[in-house]
């Protein structure tokens, strides 16, 4: 897989969109300036891969637009080695986006032909090593728990527990909560008991589906 200047170039003028949209976190956009996110598309589609929208990949799931990618990173406040739970692999794209800020990432796919993609796709092409699973998201991942941050990057009906119950006291989690439009949603863990919950714009996600298994 090849980086060139054309892809190189079109990657600023993508961050130069996303900028022009309100996001400034430097350390977010030299990650997404940093990783070429045509390798996360099938190669006939490359022409795609630095405009501004969602784009299908496998088994009817999308890669998250760029700016909502910025915007949910934004927001999780990462620091170089925080342990952060993703839900939704796809392509893998946040997933490395994370990685490149410093972050060690555990990623969940349900689906399991993305799953082995993306995998695949680390193995071969990447220089990160996030820890993959094939499972469900609602579930979380307690072997590794608790988590510094929780992403989501699909659509849940609400936060689910799971989650809430795997991060860390005074992490924090982003998480699209609702059925046919989403709101972006912070949850900050106070204690034990405790939650902090902020509600942003309104996205539009893949919905979050319990495991076909
Ligand atoms: N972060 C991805 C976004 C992919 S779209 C990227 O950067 O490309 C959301 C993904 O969530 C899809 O791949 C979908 O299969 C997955 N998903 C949906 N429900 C899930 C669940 N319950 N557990 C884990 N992943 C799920």
């Known amino acids: 897989m090849i980086d060139g200047f054309k892809h190189q170039g ?4 993508m961050i130069a969109n996303i900028r ?26 490359l022409e795609f891969a630095y405009v501004d929208k969602a ?3 496998a088994a009817g799931q999308t890669i998250s637009q760029p700016y909502t990618v910025a915007y949910q990173t934004h927001l ?10 993703e839900i939704g692999t796809g392509s893998g794209y946040q997933t490395s986006v994370l990685c490149a800020m410093g972050a060690k ?5 349900r689906q399991r032909e993305l799953f082995d993609k993306t995998k695949k796709l ?9 820890k993959l699973f094939y499972g469900d998201g609602f579930k979380g991942q307690i072997a590794f728990a608790p988590y510094d941050k929780i992403i989501v990057t699909c659509g849940a009906p609400s936060i689910p527990q ?21 709101i ?30």
């Open 10 to 13: 079109l990657r600023k003028e």
């Open 20 to 45: 022009a949209k309100g996001i400034n976190d430097a350390q977010v956009l030299d990650a997404m300036q940093a990783i070429p996110r045509h390798f996360f598309l099938d190669k006939a589609f």
């Open 55 to 57: 784009f299908p990949i």
């Open 76 to 85: 999780l406040h990462v620091q170089r080695g925080d342990k952060i739970l």
């Open 105 to 109: 990432v555990f990623s969940i796919e």
């Open 122 to 130: 680390f193995e071969l092409h990447l220089p990160y090593k996030p």
């Open 162 to 182: 799971a989650l809430l119950e795997q991060l860390r006291i005074g992490g924090v989690l982003v998480c699209p909560t609702g059925v046919d439009v989403q």
């Open 184 to 213: 972006m949603t912070t949850v900050i863990k106070q204690s034990a008991t405790k939650y902090e919950t902020i509600e942003l714009g309104s996205f539009k996600f893949v919905p979050m589906l319990q495991n076909k298994a």
